[in-house]
């Protein structure tokens, strides 16, 4: 089930497929994920939340990785075999100090924190989890980005070989996004590589990503391959599949309805109720970087 016919219909399917069984089997999978590796997590991070964290098998069987499939499930079952290793990050464009990244050399250029984040979904639902990694402004200091650079372009890494279902999947990849360079250097920005203090498991975008939780989950990209620092804003896979109903920006707003659904409220996996959405997913302290921008036209 793809995204555009998820939420058809709005709330009342929202509402079907996150009540009765399929709400216990969110909570409760069959089938339970691989353990990954343990990480080196040097701190907890003031950055977390103190809300109930999302159990893990919930969080690695209710995916949006279209690359293995557009069905909740189908990541975990499809991503069994990615091939995470070796892996590399190419850094590019307006920058002093280009440079590509082994995977090792990523996650040891800065300390690992665990950092618990509220996720919300474009597609009204939200989990709780704990990631392992450090701000990504650590890496764009690295590299040194020129005067000209104004945002950042993230690619994700794409093989039909390994990645079949993308033909199915009714957008474009390699899957492409983006940030301005302010947002991309706010701390609470961060480069992941892991999550319940193990790397992440393939279906969650593994071997590294980027979290923003101040933004709908589509931001932040999954299997991260290139990044390019570039003065114009850059394209991205859903604005282009769809620019009416996905913006540039996408900051959780739950005053700025989905063209098809409310943003008002969210259905937390696990939970039977819905709850109401916060500005900025409560992550008020990215507010000055959108001060006097109107957040319904840049939405």
């Known amino acids: 089930m793809n995204r555009r016919k998820f939420l058809t219909g709005a709330l009342g399917v929202a509402a079907g497929a996150l009540a009765g069984r399929s709400l216990r089997e969110i909570a409760w999978p069959s089938q339970s994920a ?58 590019s464009g307006l920058v002093d100090k280009p440079r590509t990244f082994s995977l090792e050399e990523l996650q040891h250029l800065a300390p690992l924190e665990e950092r618990i984040y509220r996720h919300r979904c474009v597609e009204a639902w939200s989990i709780v989890v704990p990631w392992v990694g450090y701000s990504f402004n650590a890496l764009l200091k690295e590299v040194s980005p020129q005067s000209k650079a104004k945002f950042v372009a993230f690619e994700s890494y794409y093989s ?3 990645m079949p279902m993308g033909n199915y999947a009714g957008i474009s990849f390699p899957y492409i996004e983006g940030l301005r360079l302010d947002e991309a250097m706010h701390p609470l920005a961060l480069l992941c590589f892991g999550m319940y203090g193990e790397t992440l498991p393939n279906q969650d975008g593994a071997p590294v990503r980027m979290v923003l939780p101040w933004k709908y989950g589509f931001k932040s990209i999954k299997s991260l391959a290139k ?41 937390r996996l696990g939970e039977f109720f819905r709850r109401p959405t916060l500005m900025f997913n409560g992550y008020d302290q990215v507010a000055s ?11």
């Open 160 to 162: 039909p070989g390994q």
């Open 289 to 299: 970087l959108y001060a006097g921008m109107d957040l319904k036209k840049n939405y």
């Open 34 to 91: 691989l353990a990954g590796t343990k990480l080196n997590v040097a701190a907890k991070s003031p950055f977390s939340t103190s809300e109930e964290v999302t159990p893990y098998n919930a969080v690695t069987h209710y995916n949006n990785f279209y690359e293995f499939g557009t069905g909740k499930e189908d990541p975990a079952k499809n991503a069994t075999n990615f091939r995470t290793s070796p892996w590399s990050v190419k850094v």
């Open 227 to 267: 990044i390019k620092l570039v003065e114009k804003k850059p394209e991205t896979t859903w604005n282009l599949s769809s620019s009416s109903e996905y913006g540039f920006y996408s900051n959780v707003n739950p005053h700025v309805d989905h063209p098809r659904w409310t943003q008002a409220k969210e259905r």
